[in-house]
């Protein structure tokens, strides 16, 4: 894999927050078997938003997968804050990891706050009245108001969904936020105010966070460094404009071609001014 950042002697010592090693993800047996991820290696430092770009079924869905601890690895080793992901699994693993999927995956059934408090409520260690102060909590932090507490989830906009997927994702204040296509299906300006509220809290939170995007004006507004899949593993991490000009058909196609080019154009003009 080419690492194409400067990365400071410190940070590259400092225990990454995930630490993927030699990965192999094969589905299937025998004939039928179909690996995705082969020798694939990648860390994530803290404090970092690495976003994972690369072609559709590339398997960026299933390494989010792997780092929920949701699959076995057929080799090689998927480490969360120091501990295999696999043994997150339970009661434990929404402490440790919190998960914004692509579609919310809200529980239809449920309300807003009980969304959002669900964690935490089946965690069975707080009382029902703090449950509730901490999910209203993470609701305003995500910027809903008490009113929409009672909603339920058919009665929410795309938006709405996206931000109350968002607060039941921090309610155990964990400190790695894996996020699947977080703008996709808001139109640009509500993935613009979406993407400064996921750069918000993660400065406020100092949550370490992975996301895979397709939409590059996410990319650009939201990611510390890149990580393109392709061939089975990550063949190139940097930052956003150094990962552009690496040499490979994917990156060409995905950063220079016309919607690349627009958005990397606020790049551009900054590095001229
Ligand atoms: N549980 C499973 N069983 C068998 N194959 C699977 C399973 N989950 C994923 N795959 C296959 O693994 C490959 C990678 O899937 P994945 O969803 O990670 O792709 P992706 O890179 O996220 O794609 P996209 O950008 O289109 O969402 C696909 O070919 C998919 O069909």
């Known amino acids: 894999m080419a690492d194409l950042s400067n990365v400071p002697a410190a940070a590259s010592r400092a225990e990454p927050v995930v630490r993927i090693e030699g990965l192999?993800?094969?589905f299937g047996k025998g004939a039928e078997a179909y690996t995705v991820h082969q020798d694939l290696s990648l860390t994530v430092q803290r404090g970092e938003i690495l976003?994972?770009?690369?072609?559709?079924?590339?398997?960026?869905?299933v390494l989010l997968r792997q780092m929920l601890g949701l699959l076995h690895p057929a080799r090689g080793s998927v480490t969360v804050l120091g501990r295999p992901a696999l043994e997150m699994g339970g009661q434990g693993a929404a402490s440790r990891v919190g998960m914004l999927f692509q579609h919310g995956a809200l529980f239809s059934a449920f309300n807003v706050l009980d969304n959002v408090a669900f964690a935490l409520r089946e965690q069975g260690t707080l009382p029902a009245e703090l449950v509730r102060d901490a999910a209203l909590v993470k609701l305003q932090m995500v910027g809903l108001k008490p009113e929409h507490a009672t909603r339920m989830p058919a009665d929410l906009s795309g938006g709405m969904i996206k931000r109350v997927a968002l607060a039941r994702a921090l309610i155990?204040?964990?400190p790695l936020l894996l996020l699947d296509e977080p703008t996709a299906g808001l139109d640009p300006n509500g993935a613009d105010e979406f993407c400064e509220l996921v750069r918000e809290l993660h400065d406020a939170?100092?949550?370490?966070?992975v996301m895979v995007t397709h939409d590059l004006d996410t990319l650009f507004a939201l990611a510390t460094r890149v990580a393109v899949l392709a061939d089975r593993k990550v063949i190139v991490t940097g930052t956003p404009t150094e990962v552009a000009h690496f040499p490979h058909p994917f990156v060409k196609q995905f950063f220079l071609g016309e919607r690349g080019r627009r958005a990397m154009a606020p790049v551009q003009a900054g590095k001229e001014t």
């Open 24 to 26: 192999q993800t094969t």
């Open 205 to 209: 939170l100092e949550t370490t966070m």
């Open 51 to 61: 976003a994972l770009v690369g072609g559709s079924g590339t398997g960026k869905t």
């Open 172 to 174: 155990m204040d964990p």
